[in-house]
């Protein structure tokens, strides 16, 4: 399966998410291509700092991560789209309306409503509370993939 996760700019939420995904798909001996990219994104900016630091203390490295603009072939290339905000959802399914089947925030895919809310320019709690958000619905993502 391949799995993108999908926020603004790649430089916070997306690539927490793609971090979380991999370690759990390594921990339970998934075979999944998962990645990341941002609507926004400037191609190949780093992470932030307060992104890499919290990944950090889960035993995550994304110090190398560099950001990259969602495309309509990641999109075409992908099984399974999730986008950290329902505006996020919208402005993709707005340009390529065919992927509805497969384009879905991370918390509606899950069973939960509202939006993972965006880090950026937040202090180092700020970004834990993020991390620790996305690491809940991952935990749940996954377990519901291994279902299916």
């Not at 993972?116 to 970004?127: A, M, N, R, S």
């Amino acid at each position: 399966m391949k799995l993108l996760f999908v926020c603004t700019g790649n430089t916070c939420r997306s690539c927490m998410a793609e971090g979380i995904a991999k370690k759990r798909a390594q921990e339970l001996n998934l075979d999944m291509d998962i990645s990341s990219a941002g609507i926004y994104a400037t191609n190949g900016a780093s992470c932030s700092l307060n992104a890499a630091l919290a990944m950090e203390e889960m035993g995550i490295d994304i110090k190398n991560h560099l950001s990259r603009q969602l495309t309509y072939e990641l999109l075409e290339n992908s099984d399974l789209v999730l986008t950290m905000t329902r505006a996020h959802k919208d402005t993709i399914l707005s340009y390529y309306p065919s992927f509805s089947n497969k384009v879905f925030t991370l918390f509606e895919y899950i069973g939960k409503s509202g939006d993972i809310v965006d880090p950026f320019g937040g202090d180092i709690d700020t970004y834990r509370a993020c991390a620790n958000e996305i690491k809940q619905a991952i935990d749940i993502l996954f377990s519901k993939l291994k279902e299916s």
